[in-house]
């Protein structure tokens, strides 16, 4: 069976509460080896903590979306960051969002500089939401001496070949499942740099809720615009998120 690693998903989102146990044992039993759940703002953090505490196989980060700036003090999401350093193989999501956030730009860079900062101190890699702003936190993460994964990454060919070149990484979600945009991307990312999403349980490749056994549509969808064996693109993708979160 293909082994795969779902690198970021939300099931600690209430449509999972009645079936949550079911959607993480069905993804293991259909080959994902790992699942790795993102906190956003302290509430999600401490939720995505209580799943990966209570599935051996579901992995925490642990962030403040540029969406949620508004919502939580980025000081006490920092320090919840600090006490649970042990129990996380990330920070994120963090980033920039020019799109849907309502803190402004400029707010918006000094929080992120802040989880940049943290992610160097503490050795861990970051993930990053870059909606619109792919470029601008490309820009700020060269500044620092870290390992970026720019979460469904939806940014230009250009961009994301200067991100590959600074040895960091894409990852993209189950939009290459239906995206023309997204399968191009697939077809010139590189492997050795590539990671895969379900960023569950939005973008599902069918209607409703995503889940996370679905990441292997999206490796299939980049198998075909890559003309790879889809366990070429398995074997790669694994690796990368092995060697990444250390899962």
């Not at 939300?10 to 146990?21: A, P, Y």
């Amino acid at each position: 069976m293909l082994e795969l690693v779902d690198i970021h998903c939300h099931i600690d989102f209430s449509n999972f509460n009645g079936d949550r146990k079911e959607v993480i044992l069905r993804a293991l039993r259909e080959g994902v080896i790992s699942i790795i759940n993102s906190g956003y703002d302290y509430k999600s953090n401490e939720r995505t903590l209580l799943i990966s505490e209570s599935f051996e196989d579901v992995y925490a980060t642990l962030g403040l979306s540029p969406n949620r700036i508004h919502v939580d003090d980025y000081r006490v999401v920092v320090d919840q960051i600090r006490d649970n350093v042990d129990k996380i193989v990330g920070i994120g999501e963090v980033g920039l969002d020019l799109l849907k956030a309502k803190a402004s730009l400029e707010e918006q860079k000094k929080v992120f500089r802040h989880f940049l900062s943290l992610a160097e101190e503490l050795n861990k890699p970051i993930v990053i939401h870059a909606r619109k702003a792919e470029s601008l936190a490309f820009d700020l993460v060269k500044n620092y001496d870290v390992v970026a994964v720019f979460h469904c990454y939806s940014g230009s060919e250009a961009v994301m070949k200067n991100i590959e070149d600074a040895g960091h990484y894409i990852s993209l979600s189950t939009l290459v499942c239906f995206s023309e945009k997204h399968k191009k991307l697939a077809e010139k990312v590189g492997l050795d740099n590539l990671l895969l999403e379900t960023d569950s349980p939005f973008l599902s490749p069918f209607r409703g809720r995503n889940e996370p056994k679905n990441v292997i549509y999206a490796a299939k969808a980049v198998a075909e615009a890559k003309g790879l064996e889809l366990a070429e693109v398995a074997d790669a993708t694994t690796r990368n998120a092995q060697k990444v979160f250390k899962v």
